[in-house]
């Protein structure tokens, strides 16, 4: 197998992996150390898992940590990400001591390997009370939330507040999420993997496959939404935008999505869906599993337009994933898919089910013009959302970090 930057610079170009070598010859050797709470499940996990091997083939001596605790902290920890997100939720004393009675235990455990570290990274609320019991620390310590902070639910926020302030700095993921805290505060969007099933090309057999699987006709124009079932993406919308396209285009339409069954909320969505749709042939409704991630991939691809049309969206990956496709997206003119869908460049912003349907119809008359934006879309993800620059950031970050110390590999790095 060639080497993994190799792989990403087939991909991000070159130029981008040159990048990220210079940048981290000043921190060829850094001891870091990423802390959260698992190694599988979840988007940080999942990014952990190629991010550490990256900063690795870079030079970094880079270690993952993760705090482990009885039912009890989870219950503690899965409250605060509840009322980070919004919910008003209570936390007894009991379970607090918990939550701080396992930091102290992992601080123990993990001690002389975190007072050594230069740069350590503390991932989410979880182990964030780390900082407090490692009294003799000569690195600097990072908060990095991925969490959405915009409106937390104010007592709990406070508490988590104290054993946030002390870090030398904190990450967010979008500026709305950042908060009024006393140290520097770093953004760093979300990526998408280009390597990841999700993301990587397919062959066009594949592609066939499941256009085969799924009933749907190559020979019609395909518009997709890929999504939970959750009235924040609108699915509804979505069909009624559909109808009134197809008045003068004999569309198809893909709703796919998953994990309504266990979610109450979901299968309430989802019958709405149903309902909506009315046994239009050319409405797939599609649930599939978690790990579908080919199967995704192949709808994104063969779809000639996607659709975000969201009314509230943190980010949506599901605009970055399409837009990675050549795919001009329909996106709703909220949160972060205003960051990706540029107006008339990578895609069209909509508000209204009229308005998507008016784009989906000019996008579907004029391929010239679509298939330009699909290119542009492409390009803009390559520049703006790819693993890489994520990974660039997190080398900005900790050279930043380390610059205030006194470290000569900086004294290099100035004069280089
Ligand atoms: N996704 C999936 N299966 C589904 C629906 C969504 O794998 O049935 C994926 C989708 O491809 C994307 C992520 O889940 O990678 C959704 O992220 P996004 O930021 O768009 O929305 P969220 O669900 O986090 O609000």
Known sequence: MSDLLERYGRVAGEEVIDQLRQ???PLKGLKVVHLNSTKEGGGVAEILHKLVPLMERLGLDVS???ITGKPDFYQCTKGFHNALQGQQVSISDRLLKVYEDTNAQTAEELRS??????VVFVHDPQPAPLLHFIEKRTGKWIWRCHIDLSRPYRPIWRYLKGWVTPYDASIFSLPA??????HPQYLILPSIDPLAEKNV??????????????DLDPGRPIITQVSRFDRFKDPVGVIEAYRIAKKAI????????????????GAAVLEEVERAADGDRDIHILELPADAHRTINALQRCSDIVIQKSTKEGFGLTVTEALWKRKPVVGGDTGGIRLQVINHYTGFLVRTPEGAALRIRYLLHDRRRLNEMGV??????????????????YLAVMLSAIIGKDDDRIEVWKWK
């Open 177 to 182: 999420f950042a908060r009024t805290l006393p």
């Open 64 to 66: 993952w940590e993760v």
């Open 250 to 265: 004999p569309l198809q339409l893909v709703l796919a999505g998953g994990g309504a069954s266990d979610d109450p909320e």
């Open 113 to 118: 390997k975190l007072q050594d570290a230069d």
């Open 201 to 214: 090309d397919l062959p066009k057999k594949e592609i066939k496959s499941v256009l085969d699987e799924y």
């Open 23 to 25: 940048l981290a010859i």
């Open 376 to 393: 542009r879309a492409h390009r803009f993800v390559r520049e703006n959302f790819l693993l890489t620059r994520h990974l660039k950031e």
